[in-house]
């Protein structure tokens, strides 16, 4: 089945403790992307990754980091949780083509707390 | 930068009207405007594109309607259905594939 799958589903830590939310896609698409989702803000863009080892920022990316060494992978990093970034977390791929809509599919979603 | 705005936060209809939603963007130069459905507890889902040479497209009981004059763009969903009721989102493309999303309307659809 085709998807984006995210790793944990929920998790609740303590400020400053690193965690890595992981994202995988089995389409073989070449852009992928992180967005977090607060109440009142709609979806807000934190990185994006347009192919392997080329990896960008998105509307609000302070306090994140993101790698793409494989194609599959797009793991989001917080080095040092901060209570602002309780949220819900999205990540998402799409294929890559010029000039044509290329649809994302989103991921399930992680519900990050950040006592 | 672009900015996309909802005119209402909250939709309730009757199961079997028809629906409409609408969306108001900023940047002239999009290329691409998307409605994604996002049901409770769920990622976004989507709907329906609309290239901007184009002013209608229809799907499935949904149609996309875009005035590009007063950058106006707006989904109609016919004989609303419970399952119908989610947050629908108006995204514009820009270009690197990024998206802007607005804030939502929750659509709620009573038997």
């Known amino acids: 089945e085709a998807q984006v799958t995210q790793n944990p589903r929920y998790l609740i830590t303590v400020t400053g403790k690193k965690l890595t939310v992981t994202c995988s896609q089995n389409?073989?698409?070449?852009?992928m992307s992180w967005y977090r989702q607060d109440p009142g803000l709609g979806l807000r863009q934190i990185y994006y990754s347009m192919n392997v080892e080329v990896t960008d920022k998105g509307d609000v990316p302070e306090g994140y980091k993101v790698s793409r060494k494989e194609k599959r992978n797009f793991p989001l990093i917080l080095e040092s949780p901060s209570p602002n970034q309780t949220s819900l977390y999205f990540c998402?791929?799409?294929?890559?083509?010029?000039?044509?809509?290329?649809?994302?599919?989103f991921g399930p979603g992680t519900r990050l707390t950040v006592l | 930068g672009e900015s996309v705005g909802l005119h209402l936060p909250t939709l309730s209809v009757q199961e079997g009207d028809n629906s409409i939603i609408n969306c108001a963007y900023s940047?002239?130069?999009?290329?691409?405007f998307i409605w994604y459905k996002q049901e409770s507890g769920k990622g976004p889902q989507f709907i329906i594109d609309i290239r901007s040479n184009m002013d209608k497209r229809q799907g499935q009981r949904v149609t996309v309607l875009l005035n590009k004059t007063v950058k106006h763009l707006s989904l109609q969903i016919a004989a609303t259905q419970p399952g119908d009721s989610a947050v629908y989102f108006c995204?514009?493309?820009?270009?690197?594939?990024?998206?802007?999303f607005g804030k939502g309307t929750k659509l709620t659809v009573n038997p």
């Open positions: 995204a514009v493309q820009l270009r690197s594939e990024k998206l802007v």
């Open positions: 389409m073989n698409h070449e852009y």
């Open positions: 998402a791929s799409s294929l890559s083509v010029a000039g044509t809509y290329n649809e994302q599919f």
């Open positions: 940047n002239s130069a999009s290329d691409y």
